[in-house]
């Protein structure tokens, strides 16, 4: 059974950026054996109460119900710098993350365990682990690990 990545762009950029971008984020997820999805879309960030700039929005998701959610500044909307972030958040390179409800850590093989953070974790993010995703958005339909 061939596994299937998925890259969907939902950003408006000439047909070239798009194949480019395409590709590198196929490269990045190819390194990986589960199956993942990639969807970017534009998200305005607001700087001030009145100005702000594009920004990409960016959801890394896989199989096993881990998901990812990065926000990608203008300055770093190039396909290189993008399949790297992509690569770190597959390989659970990325800061630290804990849920927002249950506050359980995960670890790099995606298993979340109730334990404190070690002292010090400057880098730490926020996710919904899968038995809060399932407690808390019934309708969302996870696929069991």
Same mark, same amino acid.
């Given at each position: 059974? &061939?596994?299937?990545?998925?890259?969907?762009?939902?950003?408006?950029?000439?047909?070239?950026?798009?194949?480019?971008? !395409? +590709?590198?984020?196929?490269?990045?997820?190819?390194?990986?054996?589960? &199956?993942?999805?990639?969807?970017?879309?534009?998200?305005?960030?607001?700087?001030?109460?009145?100005?702000?700039?594009?920004?990409?929005?960016?959801? &890394?998701?896989? +199989?096993?119900?881990?998901?990812?959610?990065?926000?990608? $500044?203008?300055?770093?909307?190039?396909?290189?710098? *993008?399949?790297?972030?992509?690569?770190?958040?597959?390989?659970? +390179?990325?800061?630290?993350?804990?849920?927002?409800?249950?506050?359980?850590?995960? *670890?790099?093989?995606?298993?979340?365990?109730? !334990?404190?953070? $070690?002292?010090? !974790? $400057?880098?730490?993010?926020?996710?919904?682990? $899968? +038995?809060? &995703?399932?407690?808390?958005?019934?309708?969302?339909? *996870? !696929?069991?690990?």
């Amino acid at each position: 059974m &061939v596994q299937q990545r998925a890259v969907d762009i939902q950003v408006v950029m000439d047909r070239r950026r798009k194949l480019a971008l !395409r +590709d590198a984020l196929q490269a990045a997820l190819s390194e990986q054996p589960a &199956v993942w999805r990639v969807v970017i879309r534009s998200a305005l960030i607001y700087e001030t109460a009145s100005s702000g700039s594009w920004w990409w929005s960016v959801m &890394v998701s896989s +199989d096993a119900a881990t998901h990812h959610m990065l926000l990608v $500044p203008p300055g770093e909307q190039t396909p290189e710098l *993008l399949a790297e972030i992509v690569g770190k958040a597959i390989r659970g +390179d990325l800061p630290t993350v804990r849920c927002s409800a249950c506050q359980k850590v995960r *670890l790099k093989n995606g298993s979340w365990v109730a !334990r404190a953070l $070690p002292e010090g !974790r $400057p880098n730490v993010t926020h996710g919904v682990c $899968p +038995d809060c &995703v399932r407690r808390l958005y019934p309708s969302l339909r *996870l !696929r069991p690990r």
